[in-house]
């Protein structure tokens, strides 16, 4: 937010501080200043060395040479039609000034002015803006002759002294100017560009800055006189408000001004908005922009005629209410607006008038009958004329004016000004929430400058509706919290001056046990741990809470009118918290170590998707859709993690030879009349070279099958399971048939993996090397407890055997690698399947499978006999339970 340096000066006495003093403290305080603009006033000079603590930029107007005069006749040029040459008086002597300005052409040749034109004057040597010059160039004005007329000075546009960008004309200055004066006393300027962040959305006005400079410098905050006459009719008798949701709109007041003139605003009030990044339109319209900066309460402006004249001229009716889908609106900007059941409005009987919060609408704003209007392509239309073309039921300018002031829901407008794209002065104060108490005073004040600067008459009374008032909060302070929070010592009455520099109320009670210590009078300076300060937040506030965080926003003003800068350095005394283990969270770091040490990179990926990105994986009925998606493309939740990570893999796939995925979160099951479940799940995908190319490889095999059941052992090993098993499957839909497998630990099941499904694969783009996937429930799997077996170092030589068995080729591998173990009990301590053999040596439907067994005794050397014994009894199991022959 800009804010003219003149403009605080309205509210606090800034003398013996220079601008960088105060760009430092609010700063310190938490309203950093982005940028100071001089706009006249002298600018700091820095010595060699020194850093400049602020962005500075702007242009001081040379008090010998940049004065207030006045135009007394404006005569032609004697060799040029488009030219003028002004008697004007500096306070000293009278010039012959030549210029071009077009505002001031119409008074050419018309003799001595009746009432002379108060203007900018610069002189031979002054430094300016160059008018015509693209952006900001320095000239320094210097004698000529233009069209046979010497020129040596000049009178000034905004554009040449900084204020703003326009150059069309010349500055027309207010009557009381006082014509002499150096320019730079009339009216020299500094601008701050102050970053109102969120928690200070209350300071986004002229009065919040300087509410917190008079806090920072103990100064007192003069705030504005709202005094005005009133006359005619009461307005209560002619408006009235119904509000049918509270909690979207707790407040909405109305006040009338009759008799107003549209005309120009004062030229102070002009700069003043110039200055502070708004453009000037009319006095009614600049009334209500004006006081909106100045006091933080956005208002609204109504053509009163208007609105009796769709009223069927009977009583006026404002309703706010949500807007019924489909219906339209054309707000000022021109655009007609198709609005949704989100959007709250502020309506008559006739239908809507304007977009709450955001932006009014085109029919019932004020307008000048006198100002040219054009249309789109810059066609003049008549008077009465809208800015879409249509004629309007006006042929005259607004005389009557009812305006308004609310307070609405903060939340909703974010919403509504995002959905229409409508960032506006008003929502952003409104998105960041209001005290609805602010509405009465910017409807009062708003009146007063209407009347001030248009003649009106302010009707009595207002139009009130207050259905839903705030809570204020109220929180308990100590002393000792101070101390404690923040580090420093201060009594209850120096905390209760603090706090009551920025408005808030305070009550100190001194507890009982602090009044049986005190026998005699004590330093009321002096910390007293045992009082209570009983803190009531000031009707501005909004982002005061309660409880334990009452009591933190409350230190935290303590710590800002203090001043941080002030706050010792100190070690933290409190002791430290009990730490509290996340046993789910360090389950999953765990889990991603060993994802990673196995070769796998991580990806994140968003959790927003569509169904038709899902459905290349696998379909679901139902899923949890976004009420308001950001894109088409993001408008459900997922319920596949798979999916998620075959969508990076595919946007990498020409990035590397070889590609290994990982991502561990949620998916989204959606319940009925609730919110979803959010099963944790872990996405597994691979493709690419099983090695990289190097100079001794030729060609490396692709990842395939194998690759992936050799990580999934490792990494369920590394999480201290043991009795790890794979069986085949066929019930997962995406994974290739015959190429998948279900993966179990305990006998329980706990995911799947495999080969990525022929026609799933030709939904991506992936290239021609094997996809694996492999996806796991981390519910099931954390639930399972794991085996940390700790075994000696075997003290006795193992035997090693070799045999192969035939069976039908129906048999699974790891049904024979179980009746083995359970055979051989304990003094069979590895079996690992080595060979798969198919072909006529074992016939048709059969194979033979090679197992290398490794026999060991805890206790003593096994012999040659011992072996064969167990090998006997292994190969009669195994005849008995599959029908296996013992290959010869």
């Not at 022929?758 to 954390?782: S, W």
């Not at 407890?785 to 045999?803: G, Q, R, S």
Request: with cysteine.
């Amino acid at each position: 937010m800009k804010i003219p340096l003149s403009w605080l000066k309205d509210f606090i006495d800034l003398d013996g501080l220079s601008v960088e003093d105060i760009a430092r403290k609010l700063t310190l305080a938490g309203l950093e200043v982005d940028e100071i603009k001089y706009v006249g006033l002298p600018m700091p000079v820095y010595q060699d060395g020194e850093k400049h603590e602020f962005k500075t930029s702007g242009i001081a107007w040379d008090k010998e040479k940049i004065v207030v005069a006045e135009i007394r006749e404006v005569n032609p040029h004697p060799n040029a039609d488009r030219l003028t040459l002004l008697d004007l008086f500096d306070g000293q002597q009278a010039q012959t000034v030549l210029t071009g300005a077009p505002n001031i052409f119409h008074l050419k040749g018309q003799g001595k002015l009746p009432k002379p034109i108060k203007v900018a004057y610069a002189k031979e040597g002054a430094a300016l803006y160059d008018g015509h010059a693209e952006g900001l160039q320095l000239m320094t004005l210097k004698r000529a002759k233009i069209r046979g007329v010497d020129s040596y000075s000049m009178v000034c546009s905004e554009k040449e002294l900084g204020i703003a960008e326009d150059h069309e004309g010349i500055i027309l200055l207010d009557d009381d100017a006082p014509v002499g004066m150096p320019l730079a006393d009339y009216m020299g300027d500094a601008v701050l560009d102050i970053s109102i962040l969120p928690n200070m959305a209350r300071n986004a006005n002229v009065i919040g800055v300087a509410r917190e400079l008079a806090a920072l410098t103990g100064r007192e905050l003069k705030k504005p006189a709202i005094k005005f006459k009133t006359s005619g009719d009461s307005i209560d008798k002619l408006v009235s408000i119904e509000i049918t949701d509270p909690e979207l709109n707790p407040r909405f007041v109305l006040g009338l001004i009759r008799d107003v003139e549209i005309k120009p605003s004062p030229y102070q009030i002009q700069r003043r908005l110039k200055l502070a990044g708004m453009r000037p339109i009319n006095n009614i319209v600049d009334a209500t922009n004006y006081a909106m900066l100045e006091l933080g309460e956005p208002l609204h402006a109504f053509d009163y005629d208007v609105l009796k004249e769709r009223a069927g001229n009977k009583n006026v009716r404002i309703i706010t209410r949500t807007a019924k889908d489909g219906e339209k609106l054309i707000t000022l900007d021109g655009v007609d607006r198709k609005l949704t059941s989100m959007n709250m409005l502020v309506c008559d009987e006739s239908g809507p008038l304007s977009i709450a919060g955001v932006m009014g609408g085109a029919e019932s704003e004020v307008y000048d009958a006198s100002k040219e209007v054009l249309d789109a392509k810059g066609i003049e239309l008549k008077a009465g004329a809208t800015p879409q073309g249509k004629i309007s039921i006006r042929g005259r300018s607004t005389t009557t004016i009812l305006l308004e002031g609310a307070a609405w829901n903060f939340i909703n407008i974010r919403r509504t000004a995002k959905q229409h794209n409508l960032p506006s002065e008003a929502s952003f104060r409104f998105s960041r929430g209001v005290h609805p108490a602010l509405a009465e005073q910017g409807v009062k004040r708003g009146l007063q400058l209407m009347a001030e600067w248009s003649g009106g008459n302010i009707a009595p009374g207002l139009v009130d509706e207050y259905p839903l008032k705030p809570k204020d909060s109220v929180v308990e302070v100590r002393p000792k919290d101070v101390k404690r929070l923040l580090g420093i010592e201060l009594s209850a009455q120096e905390i209760v001056d603090l706090l009551e520099r920025l408005e808030f109320k305070c009550k100190v009670r001194e507890s009982e046990i602090g009044n049986r210590k005190s026998s005699k009078k004590t330093d009321s300076r002096l910390p007293t741990p045992d009082s209570q300060i009983t803190v009531t937040a000031p009707p501005h506030r909004l982002d005061i809470g309660q409880g334990t965080i009452g009591l933190a926003d409350v230190l935290e003003e303590v710590a800002r009118s203090y001043g941080y800068d002030r706050i010792p350095e100190t070690r933290m005394a409190d002791a430290l918290p009990p730490q509290i283990g996340n046993p789910v969270n360090e389950w999953e770091e765990h889990l991603r170590d060993l994802l990673v040490a196995l070769g796998l990179q991580e990806v994140v990926t968003y959790r927003m998707t569509s169904v038709e990105r899902e459905s290349r994986v696998i379909a679901h009925n139902e899923y949890v859709r976004i009420a308001n998606p950001i894109a088409p493309e993001k408008s459900i939740l997922r319920r596949s993690l798979a999916a998620s990570v075959l969508d990076a893999l595919e946007k990498n796939i020409h990035l590397s030879e070889s590609l290994s995925f990982f991502e561990i979160g949620p998916v989204f099951e959606p319940l009925k009349n609730d919110l979803p479940n959010e099963p944790r799940r872990l996405a597994v995908a691979m493709t690419g070279l099983r090695d990289a190319a190097a100079w001794d490889m030729k060609d490396s095999p692709a990842l395939d099958f194998y690759d992936m059941k050799g990580r999934i052992e490792l990494l369920l090993s590394g999480l201290g399971f043991t009795d790890i098993s794979f069986a085949s499957t066929d019930s997962v839909n995406y994974l290739h048939p015959g190429k998948a497998a279900q993966v179990q630990v305990n006998g329980q099941a706990v995911g799947a993996f495999g080969e990525l499904h022929p026609l799933v694969r030709e939904k991506y783009e992936l290239g021609d090397a094997p996809v694996l996937v492999a996806e796991f429930d981390l519910e099931i799997l954390r639930g399972i407890a794991p085996m940390y077996a700790i075994a000696p170092v075997p003290e006795f030589p193992p035997i090693l055997e070799d045999i192969a068995v035939i069976v039908d080729e129906s048999v699974a591998a790891s049904r024979l690698e179980v009746l083995i173990r359970q055979t051989g009990g304990k003094n069979v301590t590895n079996v690992r399947l080595f060979d798969v053999y198919r072909g006529d040596q074992v016939g048709a439907g059969k194979k033979s499978l090679a197992y290398s067994l490794t026999y060991q005794a805890a206790d003593k050397t096994m012999t040659d006999a011992e072996a064969a014994a167990i090998r006997n009894k292994i190969v009669k199991r195994l005849e008995q339970e599959v029908g296996a022959k013992l290959r010869s």
